[in-house]
């Protein structure tokens, strides 16, 4: 089974910087992106990045471009979010995503990450 864990998720102030991880289960495993996802507390779930499995081509929500970076590790089989200038309304929860039908899809999901960003 396709199983996908992040981690990583946290507490931080205002301007500060994170890195959350997800990891991949399934040796045969190999979908045509990763991504992620995030959910605050009474929105709706929205796009933030995705990556496709080679690392050659991403994309970057409007909201998190040129503070949130997406990059792989397939040896590790993980993928990353850098999150710099984090801002209080980044706070939610953080979904790893996995597409089969393209890149862009998202045919499986983690768990989730909590990340909390101070004023």
């Known amino acids: 089974q396709v199983r996908l864990a992040e981690s990583g998720g946290g507490l931080v102030q205002a301007g500060g910087s994170l890195r959350i991880s997800c990891v991949a289960s399934g040796r045969t495993f190999r979908p045509h992106g990763m991504g992620w996802f995030r959910q605050a507390p009474g929105k709706e779930r929205e796009f933030v990045a995705a990556?496709?499995?080679?690392?050659?081509?991403?994309k970057h929500a409007d909201s998190v471009k040129g503070r949130f970076t997406i990059s792989k590790d397939n040896a590790k089989n993980m993928v990353y979010l850098r999150m710099n200038s984090l801002k209080p309304e980044d706070t939610a929860v953080y979904y790893c995503t996995a597409g089969i039908a393209s890149w862009l899809s998202q045919d499986y999901w983690g768990q989730g990450t909590q990340v909390t960003v101070s004023s």
């Open positions: 990556i496709t499995w080679s690392g050659g081509s991403t």
